[in-house]
């Protein structure tokens, strides 16, 4: 058991650029959340899948966010047409179905200049 | 809509020091209640959850919080702080394990 990876670990754009984010969760694990956290705040919920399936999806993902999960392991996450607001911790979490507890990976620290 | 309050986003407390972080919730439907630990430039880290059974919890580092149903409060808790306690608690509210729901989190600071 690696743990959940994200890459990269930080990246910084200028604004107006795309960026894609990577998580790979725990191997056995169907379920992956996308959170946000900005500073100062406590993590904010973007979107989960059940395997490949995408199951929810926060208001705060507007239509610029896109998350893939083609295979129902990894996933991505993608900005498109990126803003200064966008400046965030992008956190990525797996759990299996019917038990409670995520597991979090170290985030992707985006800057947009 | 479930909701999440922590009391105070700053707490300093000397080493040895009882440890209280307080955590209020707002659910429509039984909560599972987590606290977690995230130290600088890293991802969270599970302290301890309760989902059913003893109000009670204990988790790793000592810590410890009681679900109070009646106070809508998880309060964390520890004897005796070290300085390796220091960084931000987060506490959280899920609706039987889906999202996470997340307070604004609470810097510990531990003084020698």
């Known amino acids: 058991d690696t743990g959940v990876s994200q890459d990269p670990r930080h990246k910084i754009t200028k604004r107006g650029q795309n960026v894609t984010f990577r998580c790979d969760p725990i191997?056995?694990?169907?379920?992956l959340y996308w959170y946000r956290q900005t500073l100062g705040q406590g993590p904010e919920f973007l979107t989960y899948?059940?395997?490949?399936?995408?199951?929810?999806k926060s208001r705060l993902l507007s239509d610029r966010f896109s998350a893939e999960r083609p295979k129902g392991s990894f996933s991505t996450l993608e900005i498109q047409r990126t803003e200064q607001g966008d400046s965030a911790m992008y956190l990525c979490?797996?759990?299996?179905?019917?038990?409670?507890?995520?597991?979090f990976g170290p985030g992707t620290r985006l800057t947009v200049l | 809509a479930q909701s999440v309050t922590q009391l105070g986003s700053h707490v300093s407390v000397s080493e040895g020091a009882l440890v209280l972080l307080r955590c209020n919730y707002s659910s429509s439907v039984p909560p599972y209640l987590f606290w977690y630990v995230q130290y600088p430039n890293q991802g969270l880290q599970l302290l301890l959850k309760?989902?059913?059974?003893?109000?009670l919890v204990k988790g790793i580092n000592g810590f410890e919080a009681e679900f109070k149903k009646s106070e809508t409060s998880f309060h964390l808790t520890k004897p005796s702080a070290h300085m390796s306690d220091a960084a931000e608690y987060f506490c959280?509210?899920?609706?039987?394990?889906?999202?996470?729901?997340f307070g604004a989190g609470t810097i510990l600071r531990v003084k020698s």
């Open positions: 191997s056995e694990h169907n379920r």
């Open positions: 309760y989902t059913t059974g003893a109000t």
């Open positions: 979490a797996s759990s299996l179905t019917g038990e409670d507890t995520q597991y």
């Open positions: 959280a509210v899920s609706e039987r394990g889906n999202k996470l729901v």
């Open positions: 899948f059940q395997n490949e399936a995408q199951l929810e």
